[in-house]
């Protein structure tokens, strides 16, 4: 019963482009979104989330939306720059305070 | 400099074999979790802790224990490995002051059970 889910398992894109990165959630009690970048080697790092109150959460290159009526949301990198290429996880938050993550999508950005 | 340590980082151990991985964080976070990374599965939880004392199963805690005496430190007990244990273990830890908070991984323990 996975309640959040990358259905994509890598990305390639080109450096400059943007990147989109997509997830899907089943579960309506989660209410905070965040978005983690992992290097080879590394913990998850934060980088970026949404409240459910919001739909769009912008930081610099990097852009959350968020459409709750399709438990939808999508990270958005522009411009994709070389050092973008990890694995990205989409995770959820509920009054639990319990994080569930996706399965990550591997993103690599091609010179 | 705010940090999630784990030790070891690389761990390679016999089926049956008691063992140990701590984590500590210098945070004073009081939420403190543990993951394992799996292709395909994405990061899932075996076991939280809101504070001192108090800890609670995740999604995958069968063949695992934890422990919290202190607030800094966060250990899982693996009592009897097996090889379906073999893994990416992460520790992470976030504030307990806001659910909406980030959570901070440590670097990862690599643990292979043969």
């Known amino acids: 019963d996975q309640q959040v889910k990358q259905n994509s398992p890598s990305l390639s894109v080109q450096e400059g482009r943007i990147s989109i990165l997509n997830c899907d959630y089943t579960n309506s009690m989660f209410d905070y979104f965040l978005w983690y970048k992992k290097y080879p080697a590394e913990g998850p790092t934060f980088l970026i989330s949404?409240?459910?109150?919001?739909d769009k959460n912008e930081d610099g290159r990097f852009t959350v939306f968020l459409n709750k009526s399709a438990k939808h949301l999508s990270l958005h990198i522009v411009p994709s720059q070389p050092g973008d290429s990890a694995v990205y996880f989409c995770?959820?938050?509920?009054?639990?305070?319990?994080?569930?993550f996706g399965q990550g999508t591997r993103l690599t950005i091609n010179p | 400099e705010a940090q999630v340590t784990q030790n070891p980082r690389y761990l390679i151990t016999v089926t049956g074999k008691k063992l140990t991985v701590t984590c500590s964080q210098n945070?004073?976070?009081?939420?403190m979790s543990w993951y394992r990374q799996d292709p395909g599965l994405g990061l899932r939880q075996i076991y939280y802790s809101m504070n001192v004392e108090v800890t609670d199963k995740g999604d995958v805690p069968e063949g695992y224990k934890v422990s919290r005496k202190e607030k800094r430190n966060f250990p899982l007990i693996l009592e009897s490995p097996s090889p379906n244990q073999t893994s990416l273990y992460f520790c992470a830890s976030r504030s307990g002051g806001g659910r909406n908070t980030e959570a901070f991984f440590g670097q990862g323990t690599r643990l292979t059970v043969v």
């Open positions: 949404i409240s459910s109150i919001k």
């Open positions: 995770a959820a938050s509920d009054r639990a305070q319990k994080l569930v």
């Open positions: 945070m004073n976070h009081e939420y």
